[in-house]
């Protein structure tokens, strides 16, 4: 069967017209009918239409929601009450934030008011990939089946060309 027209493929293999399938079907059966592969991975695809303040943000979400993040920042807020209520006065010096701390609070205000919109646009962003992935992934798995009803009837017909000519060999007289 080489059907190189998607109207065709559609008829023989799902057994539907073209016009009555899905964009994403017909996408599929166009690549199939012109022999192209499936495109970019849904990773090139989100990365190509990124903008810089998406990646930025991926970035800064990337830092922000790791370990080493949580680990500096919990040593700073330490060295921040450890100056602030015992080693500043010990030396004579003024504390710069006294106990309740806070400027610190308004720091740490600040960060959170930032940080979470930041945040939630790379989440944004990564649902977006993930719907373009799901769409790769139905693509390439679209593709696969028609692959395999397209081996299934060249199959078939290799079998009744066989079957056909097992008949002629028994309609024969023996010599």
């Not at 017909?157 to 309609?171: F, Y």
């Amino acid at each position: 069967m080489n059907a190189a027209n998607p109207h065709e493929l559609a008829r023989l293999l799902l057994e539907r017209e073209f016009d009555e399938l899905g964009p994403d079907e017909q996408k599929v059966l166009e690549r199939v009918a012109s022999g192209r592969l499936a495109g970019l991975d849904a990773s090139e695809l989100a990365d190509r239409s990124s903008t810089f303040g998406q990646r930025l943000a991926d970035r800064v979400a990337a830092v922000g929601g790791s370990w080493a993040f949580i680990a500096v920042f919990a040593a700073v807020l330490v060295l921040w009450v450890v100056l602030n209520s015992g080693l500043l006065p010990l030396i004579g010096i003024a504390p710069f934030d006294r106990y309740p701390y806070i400027f610190l609070n308004l720091m740490l205000s600040m960060l959170a008011a930032v940080q979470a919109p930041i945040i939630m646009m790379s989440q944004n962003r990564q649902a977006t990939k993930d719907r373009i992935a799901a769409r790769h992934d139905y693509e390439v798995n679209l593709r696969a089946q028609l692959e395999i009803v397209r081996l299934s009837h060249k199959t078939d017909k290799v079998l009744r060309q066989l079957a056909s000519l097992e008949a002629k060999l028994e309609r024969r007289p023996p010599a």
